[in-house]
């Protein structure tokens, strides 16, 4: 089992930047494929981003690339989500969740086993 807790939302401007955290429990996280997800006012959670349990393979969904990175550490047991250029669309309460299956960047919500409990970004305009 993991326990996930994130970091680093806030408010920013259009055009700004935000690097978003994942700290995660236990000596397993390279065990775990991870991922972010976000989910705006109103609207269904969605896939962002999600790497491997090596970050050697990542996905992006289409409304983020180049512009959005997600990135881990294992030794420091925490995956990463640089956004760049950042959108008031994009404003959002963002999680991070894990994968058993760490093999694999899946985008669909039911592939994960982990959620952590959100961080706001608010983007203004």
């Known amino acids: 089992q993991v326990q996930l807790v994130e970091s680093g939302g806030g408010l920013v401007q259009a055009g700004g930047s935000l690097r978003l955290s994942c700290a995660a429990s236990g000596r397993t996280f390279r065990r775990y494929a991870m991922a972010w997800f976000r989910q705006a006012p109103g609207k269904e959670r969605e896939f962002v981003a999600a790497?491997?349990?090596?970050?050697?393979?990542?996905v992006y969904a289409d409304s983020v690339k180049g512009r959005f990175t997600i990135s881990r550490d294992n030794a420091k047991n925490t995956v990463y989500l640089q956004m760049n250029a950042l959108k008031p669309e994009n404003t959002a309460v963002y999680y991070c969740?894990?994968?058993?299956?760490?093999?694999?960047?899946?985008?669909?919500?039911?592939?994960?086993?982990?959620w952590g409990q959100g961080t706001p970004v608010t983007v203004s305009s």
């Open positions: 790497l491997n349990w090596s970050g050697g393979n990542t």
């Open positions: 969740a894990a994968d058993s299956d760490a093999t694999l960047t899946r985008e669909e919500l039911y592939a994960y086993d982990y």
